[in-house]
């Protein structure tokens, strides 16, 4: 095999999930955090969704290693059973006895509702954790909701976990689930790896193998992850493929020239699709639903995104929907951007356009609208904006979700030929929105916006001096005594006079309402969307899509 050939003690890139190479991105540990919070709170369903091959398993594992001494897990790994069967399961993996051969839910329920009130009595937990659970039926997840009816005054004692496919989001939408929904206590929608994380989680790999020099050329690395998708399975199997091909014809290192090879034997006739597919692309080979980012996006390692909206198919746009301006760079900023929005004119999508619609011409207006230098080229833009002060934000949602936020964003647009392009947004309101393309300005109904934008956008915004990391219920810090003054302000109340103040009780409860209020889940999580609605009720100055006089 390869491994003797290139120095390797092993295989770097097996697909077995060996916890020596687990490589835990900040995706996953942000994923990771969102279950022990679960475990934590006082019963509901907390919920793990991503595409096949993102890790969700992987997580899953090493929450299980962090379980407390407190909790009793039943975890269920083929739900792809009747209610009865199980029900059965459960008790099976609790320990819990029930009359033999019967299968009467009745006899289930009541055996299992004993031992969570005999396990509650005892000071502890009992929490029900279910992979690929896209795969329950409707009446198996109704079943489920009502094992969690029990509760004592101020808990419910049962804590369900669901780590399913996207598929599970759209499920839990149905009007017959609607209750289920609504006990959703906390979420996160696991995404592929960005193209920086990526070259981490494979560096780490031939590391932890016992080989620290390059095996990948540059240009092969780029090719990969556009292959990939940043998706951590496909990764390994293009790896593991592409270095047995180099061994195979002698070759020191992974050309970019194999990889496409290798992505011809693994993907078949997909592959050619996948280098050059835009961002949103579902391929049907090998059943993966993989997010690809081409060219130029791959320069944007931002952070971590949570749940996301389905991305269908766009129809063409319209050559008559938008309207093309000449004017200087200094006047886009939001304010004449909202001025524009009044004025009537005709809409035109044109090349001239679309050649201006380049990365560095939006990351220039982003950055222009805060008053900030743009980053030199190839730099992270991630790491240009902690440099004065502020941090990136990329996501994916809505209009109505950028309307909420209210901050200037780049956009991830794909013109009529399917290719990557980038707009910065400066003005949106409830009908139109406003694009600058270089030095072009683009007034178009939103209508038709989306149907060249999946929804994927990158924003800056300025956290508060001592936020890093999104901040959970427990924790004490300067942080928390900013959030306490922020919360008294928006109350009205005096701030609290404690000097180690920690983010529970009443401070978490008003968390929880502004959250709420303001539409977001309300988990108590201080995290960069909470932030930001935060800073919108404050006096703050920042750059925004609207101009006062409009709000």
């Known amino acids: 095999m390869y491994t003797e050939y290139f120095g390797l003690r092993d295989r770097p890139f097996s697909i077995a999930p060996d916890p020596e190479y687990l490589y835990m991105s900040g995706r996953h540990r942000e994923a990771l955090a969102h279950l022990i919070y679960g475990l934590q709170t006082d019963g509901g369903f907390v919920l793990l969704t991503g595409e096949v091959g993102t890790g969700k398993t992987t997580v899953c594992r090493c929450l299980l290693e962090q379980v407390p001494d407190d909790a009793e897990i039943a975890f269920v790994l083929n739900p792809k059973v009747s209610a009865s069967e199980l029900l059965e399961t459960i008790c099976d993996e609790l320990g819990v006895n029930y009359q033999e051969h019967t299968t009467s839910i009745k006899v289930f329920v009541d055996a299992i509702n004993h031992f969570l009130l005999d396990t509650h009595a005892k000071g502890k937990k009992t929490v029900l954790i279910i992979d690929e659970a896209q795969n329950l039926s409707t009446d198996v997840l109704e079943q489920i909701r009502l094992l969690t009816n029990l509760e004592t005054n101020k808990q419910k004692l049962l804590q369900v976990i669901m780590i399913g496919q996207p598929e599970l989001r759209d499920m839990l939408k149905r009007q017959e689930l609607r209750q289920l929904e609504q006990r959703v206590t906390a979420r996160y929608h696991l995404q592929p790896l960005n193209y920086s994380e990526a070259l981490a989680y494979i560096s780490h790999r031939l590391q932890v193998a016992g080989v620290e020099r390059p095996l990948f050329s540059r240009r092969a690395l780029r090719m990969l992850y556009r292959f990939?998708?940043?998706?951590?399975?496909?990764?390994?199997?293009?790896?593991?493929?592409?270095?047995?091909?180099?061994?195979?014809?002698?070759?020191?290192?992974?050309?970019?020239?194999?990889?496409?090879?290798?992505?011809?034997?693994?993907?078949?006739?997909?592959?050619?699709?996948?280098?050059?597919?835009?961002?949103?692309?579902?391929?049907?080979?090998?059943?993966?639903?993989?997010?690809?980012?081409?060219?130029?996006?791959?320069?944007?390692?931002?952070?971590?995104?949570?749940?996301?909206?389905?991305?269908?198919?766009?129809?063409?746009?319209?050559?008559?929907?938008?309207?093309?301006?000449?004017?200087?760079?200094?006047?886009?900023?939001?304010?004449?951007?909202?001025?524009?929005?009044?004025?009537?004119?005709?809409?035109?999508?044109?090349?001239?356009?679309?050649?201006?619609?380049?990365?560095?011409?939006?990351?220039?207006?982003?950055?222009?609208?805060?008053?900030?230098?743009?980053?030199?080229?190839?730099?992270?833009?991630?790491?240009?904006?902690?440099?004065?002060?502020?941090?990136?934000?990329?996501?994916?949602?809505?209009?109505?979700?950028?309307?909420?936020?209210?901050?200037?964003?780049?956009?991830?647009?794909?013109?009529?030929?399917?290719?990557?392009?980038?707009?910065?947004?400066?003005?949106?309101?409830?009908?139109?929105?406003?694009?600058?393309?270089?030095?072009?300005?683009?007034?178009?109904?939103?209508?038709?916006?989306?149907?060249?934008?999946?929804?994927?956008?990158i924003l800056l915004w300025h956290p508060p001096a001592d936020y890093s990391t999104p901040v959970y219920p427990g924790h004490v810090g300067e942080i928390v005594t900013w959030l306490d003054h922020q919360l008294a302000q928006i109350h009205e109340r005096p701030p609290a006079q404690e000097s180690r103040q920690s983010l529970g009780g009443t401070l978490l409860d008003e968390l929880r309402q502004f959250q709420a209020a303001k539409g977001l889940t309300p988990d108590g999580i201080l995290g960069p969307v909470t932030l930001i609605h935060l800073h919108n009720v404050s006096t703050g100055s920042y750059p925004r899509l609207q101009s006062d006089a409009a709000r």
């Not at 971590?304 to 063409?316: E, G, I, K, N, Q």
Request: net charge negative; aromatic share 6%; hydrophobic share 40%.
């Open 228 to 457: 990939s998708g940043g998706v951590p399975r496909l990764i390994n199997l293009l790896c593991d493929r592409a270095l047995l091909g180099a061994y195979a014809t002698s070759q020191n290192s992974v050309t970019p020239r194999l990889v496409r090879t290798t992505a011809k034997e693994i993907f078949g006739s997909e592959a050619e699709k996948r280098t050059f597919a835009p961002l949103s692309l579902r391929p049907v080979a090998m059943g993966f639903a993989v997010s690809i980012i081409a060219g130029g996006l791959i320069a944007f390692s931002m952070g971590v995104t949570p749940d996301t909206d389905s991305t269908a198919p766009a129809p063409p746009i319209s050559p008559d929907t938008a309207i093309q301006q000449q004017l200087p760079p200094s006047s886009l900023g939001s304010a004449q951007a909202q001025d524009n929005m009044s004025a009537p004119q005709k809409p035109v999508w044109n090349a001239s356009v679309w050649d201006n619609a380049t990365r560095r011409a939006a990351v220039e207006q982003l950055f222009a609208l805060w008053d900030n230098d743009t980053p030199p080229p190839g730099q992270d833009i991630a790491n240009s904006a902690a440099q004065t002060g502020l941090s990136t934000l990329e996501r994916r949602g809505s209009l109505s979700t950028l309307r909420e936020l209210d901050r200037p964003a780049i956009l991830i647009l794909q013109d009529d030929a399917g290719r990557n392009r980038f707009a910065t947004l400066t003005g949106l309101d409830e009908t139109h929105a406003v694009l600058s393309f270089a030095q072009h300005i683009l007034r178009v109904e939103s209508t038709e916006l989306v149907k060249h934008w999946r929804g994927d956008f």
